[in-house]
Every structure is written in structure tokens, then in C-alpha cells.
């Protein structure tokens, strides 16, 4: 059966709707309705209007998703690229991305079985919680136990094919209720001459055998996908489709290899790299979808509507159309020859001569009429639905009769049979035989004209008198013409070799598939209006709709939107609703609604969001939302309608007596509601009459001044206002102490900034003599070390915090010049215990320069060889610093007081400022020292640290 291709009204998703890339890989609906898509930018999730997109940047571990498996409502497992496994729960608002704890050991166990770069194409959940991964491009599959454990399962040798040299199994493993296939690559023992290229086993040990070319693939040989319908397996093995039931195997050669098969209950769909072929139970296919596109998933969602995912443009989406099934007696579904309406009944004729009567609605018992091949106008004064056939029933003369059925008695001619006519005259029914091959249709043209199709030309039949008929040929001698329509001027004639020719305005045009038609062979044609027609054929039906400047469009329906034969043998269009008979029994379907227009998914109306007062508050379906009064309600609501989601408007009222109020795009916002129970009615809408509501309890509090709350409020502002005056007391108090604090460290920054003028002037006058007595480049390498002392001050002092390595730096320079002035005099010695690096370590700038400095002048007062030991050690909560010299000899009276110098009081300032409320006077001691060999002055302070 040839394959025919045909644009569908799919709604294409792109990156320009907001879809993160073109390439998808896998797709599901949630329980909300919503869409998920995996592409190799990331996943994202779509409701009809917007895409929430997830990616690395927003917590999704990976870009690249290949595929989603379902394993719950609230858990879906994503898989991908880098061969990890994550799962989430997509009903949740902040959605969270959870590594699978087995990921790393399935990569091991795939690496260790040369699989390391294998597609899972599945993942089955068995009922003791454990789980089998099948591959696309591997044999055999993994099995993962409850406990985590990871084996290989009939895996066999994974080696490339090469022709000539392996032989590959398709078969069946059997874990509880599921039968899962594997594939498994042997070599033979024998030479292959004689042998088969593949052998299929099916779960039910029946084996076939196929000679093939099957290495030529553009990937690794597998098997792509398989169901299970009843007792039928459907199988999937690159270009091959496999049906397997218990008493055989069939198969039938797709165009392309598979990626993806889909059940459906007409037809089964195979994503392939060409396109989707729809193909009927029986493998025989019926017609494409997205020629040349890559189709590698297919998802059928809640309400029936059709998704392909394509590796190059996106997301197609193609609404289910609602073409419901009359359901006949005894199974008497197959091969209907004609279907009629008449005044309140239904009336269907079967090829085995059976007639069968409804009431229009399907209401009461089903009357059916043995040995009637054909159904006519003509009429007794009996009462029941007999009286539709009346004498012609079981009547020989009028056995395989076409005939007229209308509710008015206006047709002459209502009947034919080979080439004789029956007319309805004066006298009763007339049966004229004329000279005209086999009539195939008849169409009335006006009072005393009508036409007529036969295998061998279109015939004019004339009324010369009201029993009298002449006939003459007129057009297309030789050519076999199988129905006829005539409306408004226009004839419409269906061949069986040229599609439809369309009459109009003496200019004779044919409109066949090369413009969208299904087929050539037209067995009916059922005019709609002045500008549309529909077209029967074996391959399906044709809405042909014309518009303005000669443009036209052609709409099909076929099994895979709901018919349930192809092979069409009639149409009959009444009010709107056409009904089909085919080869497999009655549907019919509202003809306006063909192309899924004003389609909105019910039962996927949801609140969204919802805040009070600005304020967030989770929303639970059924229970009364509790407001107080004078609140204000906002809403974002949400209808899932993928066919036509930029058309939905919104509406709300409180209750039945207020007036509707649009709402702008999909928020509501209600406010001022009154006290009691209320009830939030909130309706989308796609068009008059085509809405879906959605109500929401309300429970309104009683006004705030006469709550106990009220009261309790006052109390509180009381006591505020006595916290009020406390804190602005308070505030006063602290504000001074702040304007005292920044006046001290003012002065603090001040004080650092200085040297001792003392040690600047002798160090200009040691330079003076150094240029005198030791030369120029001397005095040059002396001053050039003074001026790098003098810029380091003004840089620390505009500094509060430096390295500690950047003060030592400047205390050993420091001390090197005050050497060379003083003719190096004195010995100059640091003993570091820190923890940290010293350039790890924050530290006050120019703070140990001061103690330095006091020691030199102890020092160097009395003693010929200066000694100074700077001792520096940290400690968990502070750090201890201990200047030593051995300064002058005489130790003070005990009744003298020793007074510190204006130097060190201002160092004692800033430590206390540092320390802050961990500060104590011992923080910063100065004294006279006695040991066994030695004395002198020491300097001891403690510094906190700083977090």
C-alpha cells in the first residue's frame, strides 16, 4: 500500500515560543496536565501559554536530558548524556533534581560490559522495587535490585556487525508480569551460506527467520521499542516492525529505522528518521507525518492530543479530534455500505444485507432488519420504523438499489440499480431502463435535469414528460466516474484516476493528491457550503476549503485521528455532523471542529499561585481559603489548552446575583469582600459557550474593631509608644557616644600619622653627616630607605587594617634606620609562634612602632650595647605581644609610680578601641624587669582577633 503524505494542522513549538532548543529528546504529561520536554539545553515544562525552563543555571545537574521514565505521579526519572540518572517530582512548586544513588555504579557496570556508550531506550519498574534498564544500541539489559545492586543481564559479546561474520537473536527475558527483549549478537559455527541473517523469537517461542541486508544502519544495531497490546507484541528492530502473537510473526519494512513506537486505538505511530508512519494493527501503512523530519519521541496525551518531538525543529502538536463511534449489534461493524439520517433516525446498511435503525440520539432499543441491501425513500401508511422500507423490503426487484433518502418528497429520480432509474411519479414508483452503462452516482441538477456517473462517462438524464427520461452522454467517453455532487452552480464529479473534477463557469479543472488529496480514486463527494467540500476515498477523508485569489486548503482525517477504517464508502453531512461509513462501521464528527479550534483540555484548570495582602499562602483544592475582611485575594490561574492558549480569556464573579468581571490575562484579583462564606466562581473561556469553571470556598472573618484582636492592638500601641520613647532616649545616648568614638578614632588616625619629631631631624642630620663623612651613595641608599619609611606611614595611616608581614617589614626598616643614626648601637631581635601566615593575619597598622621606639630610647639611654626582643605569639582568641630591652639599670623606687608616655597612652587608646567590649586594663602593662642575668623595661599588650 503506497504511503501518502499530508500537512496536518500540527501547532509547531520552537525556541521562538520559548522551547530551549530544537533538538528534543523526551516528553510526558504531568497529572496536571502540563507538558515536560528534555532537549540538550536543558527540560522545561508547559502548560498551553508559558515555559518554565530548567538548566544548570537553575539547578538542573545536567543540560543534555535524553529521555523521562514515569515511574509516579510525584517521581520521574530523567536520563542523561552523561549516562547519570536523576529523578524529581514535577508537581511540586520549587521543583528539587536528585541524583539516583546507583548512577555511579551503573556507569562502572555499563563501562565494565562494553556498553559504556549504550542509549537506554527503557526503564521498566518491577513490583519488588527493583528495575531493568534496556538499551537501543547494546544487547541484553541491566538489572538493579531494591538493595542497589547492579548485575548484567544476557548481555552476550558487544561487537559491531560485520557482514558475514555474526548472526543476531531477538528474544525474550520473562521478570514478573513483564517480558522484556533483548538482543544477542553470536558467531556461527558453520559458514553462513545457508544461514539467516536474523532470527526473531517471540515471547510465545514462535521464531522467524529473515535474509536481510541489516548492517547498513547509520548506528548500532538494536531494538528501538516494543509494547504489549492483549496478547500481541509490538517490536521495533531498526527498519522492521515485528507483530507477534501466539500463533505467529509478521513484520513489514518501514522507510526508516525506528526510534519510538506508539499504541493508539486505531492505528500504531513509529517515529523514525523520515517522518511517523501510521500503521494499522494489520502493518499496513496508512500515511506519514513530518516527512524528513527525525521523529524520536511520540506522546499521546490525556485528552488524546498527539506530540512529536523531531531532533531538528521542535515540538509539533496536533489536537484529538472527537469522531465518535456508533456502536452496532452482534459486531456488526464491518463493511458499512451507507449511512443515512431520516427525520429522528439513524438508519445504517451493512454489506451483508442487514439495515439497522437508531434513534438520533442513541437513545432506546436498536431495531435491525435482516435481508436489505439498500435503503429507499419510498414509504406506507404503516406505523414503526419498518414503514422507511415498506414493500421494497426483502423485494428481489430492488436488491443492490442506491437510493435517495430525504425528509421531503421533492427528488424524481431516488434510486438506481445498474442502468435503470426510479422515479418518483405521480403514479408511485417508475423503474426506466436506460441506454447508458452501469450508474455509479446520480445527481439532480434541477426539476427536469440530473446527471449521472457511470463507468464509462458523465450522462444527462432529461425529464420530457413525469414518467418519461431520455439520456445523453456529455463528457469523459472511456473514463470511470464514481460520484457526483452539485451545489450552487458548481459540479463536482470524483474519478478513479484523477482526483476530483470541479465544474464551474464552463472551466473544467481536476484536483487530485498533487494538491493534498489522499488519493486519486474518489469514491464520495458530500458538498458543505458554497466554498467546501469533503472527499471519500480509500485512504481516508478530504475537507477541501476554498478561499479568496484561487487559495485553498485541504484538511484530512484518517484512523490516526480517530476514524475507524480508512476505506471509506460514504459521507452524509446533516446539520453539521458528517457521518462516515467505511469498512469497519459508523463515526461521525461536528465538521467545524476538524481542526481542533476553541479546543481547551478539560480538567486541567488549576490555581496557580495565590497571595493575600501581597503575601504568598499555599492554595489546597476543596478546602475554604480564610480571609479577613478588607483583604485582597490575588489569583493565577492556569487552563492547559495546547490548541488555542493565546485565545482564553478569563471572568470571575463572588456569586451568582453579581456581574461577571474580566479579569486581565489570567490574574484575579478580588478585594473589599464582605463578611461570610462566598463562593469564587472563575471561568476560562475560548470562545461562546466553550469554558471551563472553577470554584473556590471563601470564608470572610468579621471586621477587625470587633475582634478581641482589636483590643489587643491597643495595648500593644501602648506599649510601643513607652518602647518609642525608651528607644529615642536611648538613641540620644548612644548618639553621643558615637560622636565621642568617632572623635577619638579622628584623633587616633591623627596621632598614627606622626613619627617622633625627635627621630625625624636626627635622622636628616645623620644623613648630613653621612654624605660628609661616608660619601654620596651612602647617604643616597640612607635617605632612599628614610623616604620608603615616610611613604609606608602615609599609606598605613589611611589604612585599618594591614598584613601583619607588612608591619614587620616596617618595624625591621624602621629599626635598620634608627641603627644607622645611632652607629649600630644596638641588637635588634624578633621570636614569632603563630598559627597563621603572618600575611594571613589582620593587624592594626603602625601599632608595635611605638613600643619599638619607647625601647630604643630605654635602651640606648645607659647601655653601650642595646638589646630588643619583639616576642609575638597567637593564641584561639588573641594575640600577645611582648617588647623587652635591657634599658637602664636602676630600678625605680617602689614608691615612685611609673608613669608611661604620652606614646603609649595613645597606644593604649586604640587597643582599647579595637578590643572593644572584651577589653580590660591589663591589656596593655608597662614595667621594670629583674632576671638572673639581665633586666630592664618590658611592654606587654593583647590584641583580640577580629572574625
Known amino acids: 500500500m503506497p504511503v501518502h503524505c499530508q500537512h496536518l494542522y500540527f501547532r509547531n513549538f520552537t525556541p521562538d515560543d520559548g522551547l530551549p532548543a530544537s533538538e528534543v529528546h523526551g516528553m510526558f504529561q504531568d497529572k496536571r496536565g502540563r507538558m515536560w520536554f528534555s532537549t540538550n539545553m536543558g527540560i522545561t515544562r508547559f502548560d498551553g501559554r508559558h515555559f518554565v525552563t530548567y538548566n544548570t543555571v537553575n539547578g538542573l545537574p545536567e543540560n543534555c536530558i535524553l529521555n523521562f521514565f514515569v515511574e509516579s505521579p510525584d517521581k520521574v526519572w530523567m536520563y542523561a548524556e552523561s549516562h547519570a540518572l536523576f529523578f524529581f517530582n514535577p508537581l511540586t512548586e520549587n521543583v528539587r533534581f536528585i541524583k539516583h544513588p546507583v548512577s555511579d555504579t551503573l556507569l562502572s557496570v555499563m563501562q565494565s560490559t562494553s556498553i559504556a556508550r549504550a542509549y537506554i531506550r527503557h526503564v521498566y519498574f518491577l513490583e519488588d522495587h527493583s528495575y531493568i534498564l534496556t538499551f537501543l544500541t547494546s544487547p541484553g539489559f541491566i538489572h538493579i535490585d531494591q538493595a542497589g545492586g547492579v548485575r548484567a543481564v544476557n548481555t552476550g559479546d558487544h561487537t559491531r556487525f560485520v557482514e558475514g561474520d555474526y548472526m543476531m537473536y531477538v528474544e525474550f527475558e520473562s521478570f514478573g508480569a513483564h517480558k522484556i527483549p533483548a538482543t544477542r549478537f553470536d558467531k556461527p559455527d558453520v559458514p553462513k551460506n545457508g544461514q539467516k541473517d536474523l532470527i526473531v523469537r517471540s515471547p510465545y517461542g514462535k521464531e522467524l527467520a529473515l535474509s536481510t541486508a541489516l548492517y547498513n544502519f547509520n548506528f548500532q544495531f538494536g531494538i528501538a521499542d516494543h509494547f504489549f497490546e492483549g496478547d500481541t507484541c509490538f517490536l521495533a528492530l531498526g527498519k522492521y516492525l515485528f507483530k507477534m502473537t501466539p500463533h505467529e510473526i509478521s513484520y513489514r519494512e518501514l522507510p526508516a529505522e525506528c526510534l519510538k513506537l506508539q499504541g493508539r486505538k486505531n492505528d500504531l505511530l513509529a517515529g523514525t528518521f523520515k517522518g511517523c508512519f501510521a500503521v494499522d494493527r494489520n502493518l499496513e501503512t496508512c500515511h506519514t507525518l513530518l516527512k524528513d523530519y527525525t521523529v524520536d519521541n511520540i506522546c499521546i496525551d490525556h485528552e488524546g492530543g498527539l506530540w512529536l518531538s523531531t531532533l531538528q525543529q521542535g515540538v509539533f502538536y496536533y489536537p484529538a479530534q472527537e469522531i465518535r463511534q456508533v456502536e452496532l449489534p452482534d459486531s456488526q461493524s464491518i463493511s458499512v455500505r451507507r449511512v443515512e439520517r431520516y427525520q429522528n433516525k439513524l438508519i445504517v446498511l451493512n454489506i451483508e444485507r442487514t439495515a439497522n435503525i437508531f434513534a438520533a440520539d442513541f437513545s432506546g432499543a436498536v431495531i435491525t432488519m435482516p435481508d436489505i441491501s439498500y435503503c429507499g425513500y419510498y414509504q406506507t401508511k404503516q406505523a414503526g420504523c419498518e414503514s422507511y422500507f415498506g414493500k421494497l423490503a426483502g423485494s428481489n426487484e430492488y436488491r443492490n438499489t442506491y437510493w435517495y433518502l430525504n425528509e421531503k418528497n421533492t427528488k424524481r429520480i431516488i434510486g438506481w440499480s445498474g442502468n435503470s432509474v426510479y422515479v418518483n411519479g405521480k403514479n408511485g414508483l417508475v423503474s426506466h431502463l436506460l441506454e447508458i452503462p452501469r450508474i455509479n452516482d446520480v445527481a439532480e441538477i434541477n426539476d427536469s435535469v440530473s446527471l449521472a456517473a457511470t463507468v464509462s462517462g458523465i450522462y444527462e438524464i432529461r425529464h420530457s414528460a413525469d414518467t418519461i427520461l431520455e439520456s445523453q452522454f456529455i463528457n469523459g467517453r472511456g473514463r470511470n466516474f464514481n ?264 584623633e587616633m588616625s591623627s596621632l598614627v600619622s606622626q613619627m617622633n619629631p625627635h627621630f625625624t631631624f636626627n635622622t636628616i642630620n645623620s644623613i648630613q653627616s653621612y654624605i660628609i663623612n661616608h660619601g654620596t651613595r651612602d647617604a643616597v641608599i640612607y635617605l632612599s630607605d628614610f623616604a620608603m619609611l615616610i611613604r609606608k606611614t602615609l599609606d598605613y595611616s589611611r589604612a585599618e587594617y594591614i598584613a601583619l608581614d607588612e608591619e614587620l617589614r616596617f618595624i625591621n626598616l624602621y629599626v635598620a634606620l634608627e641603627n644607622k643614626r645611632f652607629r649600630h648601637t644596638f641588637e635588634f631581635k624578633e621570636n614569632l609562634n603563630l598559627v597563621c601566615a603572618a600575611a594571613e593575619i589582620k593587624w592594626p597598622p603602625l601599632l608595635l612602632q611605638p613600643l619599638v621606639e619607647n625601647s630604643i630610647v630605654h635602651a640606648l639611654s645607659k647601655v653601650d650595647s642595646g638589646k630588643i626582643e619583639l616576642q609575638l605569639t597567637e593564641y584561639k582568641t588573641h594575640y600577645a605581644v611582648v617588647v623587652k630591652d635591657n634599658g637602664k639599670q636602676d630600678k625605680p623606687a617602689a614608691s615612685k609610680k611609673i608613669k608611661s608616655s604620652v606614646g603609649l597612652e595613645i597606644l593604649r587608646d586604640r587597643i582599647r578601641l579595637h578590643n572593644g567590649a572584651s577589653y580590660a586594663e591589663s591589656d596593655l602593662e608597662y614595667g621594670f624587669y629583674e632576671s638572673d642575668d639581665t633586666s630592664g623595661w618590658i611592654t606587654q599588650i593583647k590584641l583580640y582577633k577580629k572574625a
Not at 508 to 513: A, C, E, I, M, P
Not at 705 to 717: A, G, H, V
Request: proline share 2%; aromatic share 12%; hydrophobic share 40%.
Open 483 to 746: 460520484a457526483l455532487a452539485y451545489q450552487n452552480g458548481v459540479l463536482l464529479i470524483g474519478s478513479d484516476d484523477k482526483g476530483v473534477y470541479i465544474f464551474k463557469d464552463d472551466r473544467l479543472v481536476s484536483f487530485g493528491t498533487e494538491r493534498g488529496l489522499l488519493s486519486d480514486y474518489i469514491l464520495e463527494i458530500e458538498p458543505a457550503a458554497d466554498s467546501t467540500f469533503w472527499v471519500a476515498s480509500s485512504e481516508g477523508i478530504n475537507q477541501v476549503v476554498f478561499g479568496k485569489n484561487g487559495r485553498y486548503r485541504v484538511d484530512m482525517v484518517t484512523i490516526s485521528h480517530g476514524l475507524t477504517s480508512n476505506e471509506i464508502t460514504m459521507l452524509s453531512l446533516y446539520n453539521d455532523t458528517l457521518w462516515v461509513a467505511g469498512k469497519k462501521g459508523v463515526c461521525f464528527f461536528n465538521q467545524n471542529n476538524i481542526s481542533g479550534k476553541d479546543k481547551m483540555n478539560s480538567g486541567y484548570f488549576y490555581v496557580d499561585s495565590l497571595s493575600v495582602n501581597n503575601t504568598p499562602r499555599s492554595f489546597a483544592e476543596n478546602l475554604p481559603v480564610q480571609l479577613d475582611y478588607f483583604d485582597n485575594l490575588d489569583l493565577y490561574v492556569t487552563q492547559v489548552a495546547f490548541a488555542n492558549s493565546k485565545n482564553i480569556s478569563y471572568r470571575y464573579r463572588i456569586s451568582e446575583e453579581d456581574d461577571w468581571q474580566v479579569c486581565e490575562d489570567n490574574h484575579v484579583s478580588v478585594n473589599g469582600i464582605t463578611q461570610g462564606e462566598h463562593r469564587l466562581e472563575i471561568q476560562a473561556m475560548a470562545g461562546p459557550g466553550n469554558y471551563t469553571a472553577l470554584c473556590i470556598p471563601l470564608v470572610v472573618g468579621k471586621p477587625f474593631w470587633l475582634r478581641l484582636e482589636f483590643y489587643l492592638l491597643l495595648l500593644l500601641i501602648l506599649l510601643a509608644l513607652g518602647w518609642v520613647v525608651y528607644r529615642v532616649v536611648l538613641k540620644r545616648v548612644q548618639k553621643k557616644k558615637d560622636a565621642e568614638y568617632e572623635r577619638v578614632k579622628l
